[in-house]
């Protein structure tokens, strides 16, 4: 059966892609990004799934994108940062090799910057985020195998870590 041999969860500004990019050169496999797979789907930026279509289009999408993922993708595998608000999703986690990239308000507040390509960020970013990351904490915590701490690390101090504890958990 083919499977991720990560797959990486977390809020907005985590760096699950840039992490989840660096993690699967360093393994020699491939990357995929369920946000990508998404936009390709439907054939749109998410910042307009979400103005044309609404964010319950978005999850529906969302959650058909990542069962696909899990069950065809053999590299790395890097969700959106709402993923796990579903419950098919995260029981489809289970049995995975799971990374959950942690990240602090000042930390992911600076990374997203203001921009509209994160729709639930686009008015005000860290009240949005503050409250993301209150509800969402104990999720990712739930389905996560592995967790790193990505504040004030760099992208290679972060790779480092999540390598070194893949290795301590079963394949
Ligand atoms: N450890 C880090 N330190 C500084 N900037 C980072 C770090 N990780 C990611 N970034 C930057 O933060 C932004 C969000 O990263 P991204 O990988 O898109 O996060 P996610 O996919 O979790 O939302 C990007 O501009 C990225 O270059
Ligand atoms: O946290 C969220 O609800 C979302 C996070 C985004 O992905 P990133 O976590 O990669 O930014 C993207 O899926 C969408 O904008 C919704
Ligand atoms: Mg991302």
Do not use: C, W
Request: net charge negative.
């Amino acid at each position: 059966m083919t499977r991720p041999v990560a797959v990486l969860v977390g809020p907005p500004g985590a760096g699950k892609t840039t992490i989840g990019q660096l993690l699967a050169e360093r393994l020699g496999t491939n990357f995929r990004d369920v946000d990508h797979d998404i936009e390709a789907a439907a054939g749109k930026p998410i910042s307009d799934i979400f103005v044309d279509d609404g964010e319950p289009a978005f999850r529906a999408l969302e959650v058909a994108a990542v069962r696909t993922a899990l069950e065809t993708h053999d590299g790395v595998l890097a969700l959106g940062g709402g993923a796990v608000l579903a419950e098919a999703t995260r029981k489809a986690l289970t049995g995975h090799r799971v990374v959950f990239l942690d990240v602090g308000l000042s930390d992911a507040a600076d990374r997203v910057g203001l921009n509209t390509a994160r729709p639930l960020l686009a008015l005000n970013p860290r009240a949005a985020l503050r409250t993301m990351l209150a509800e969402r904490a104990p999720i990712y915590a739930e389905v996560a195998t592995v967790t790193v701490t990505t504040d004030g690390r760099t992208p290679d101090d972060i790779l480092a870590e999540v390598v070194a504890q893949l290795d301590e958990v079963p394949a």
